[in-house]
């Protein structure tokens, strides 16, 4: 069993920047790949941003790339998510996610875990 419990959401002026967390816990962090989606009222989960279990590649959905950034800490057992230059259109429930996978979450296929997800919501 792996828990996720994410944190960092909140309200943020369009423009501005949030860091989310996902603390993980139980199984090997390192030996799982990790991500973060998003829902927006009324639209489905999609992937914002995925990494695999070393840290060594990571991808981006097209809405977010040159402005999110996906990372994690090994010593922490943490995912994170920098979120620069936000929009209004950002605004949705984030969650994170864990896949016993080679390579980085691309998509809802396959995950294993997930947190219950943290609010961001980005005032225009």
């Known amino acids: 069993q792996v828990q996720l419990v994410e944190s960092g959401g909140g309200l943020v002026q369009a423009g501005g920047s949030l860091r989310l967390s996902c603390a993980a816990s139980?199984?090997?962090?390192?030996?799982?790949?990790m991500g973060w989606f998003r829902q927006a009222p009324g639209k489905e989960r999609e992937i914002v941003a995925g990494?695999?279990?070393?840290?060594?590649?990571?991808t981006y959905a097209d809405s977010v790339k040159g402005r999110f950034t996906i990372s994690r800490d090994y010593t922490k057992s943490t995912l994170y998510l920098q979120m620069n230059s936000v929009k209004p259109e950002d605004t949705a429930m984030y969650y994170c996610?864990?896949?016993?996978?080679?390579?980085?979450?691309?998509?809802?296929?396959?995950?294993?875990?997930w947190g219950e997800g943290t609010l961001v919501t980005v005032s225009s």
């Open positions: 139980g199984r090997t962090f390192s030996s799982y790949a």
């Open positions: 996610a864990a896949a016993w996978k080679v390579g980085p979450i691309q998509t809802n296929d396959g995950i294993d875990y």
């Open positions: 990494i695999n279990w070393n840290g060594g590649s990571t």
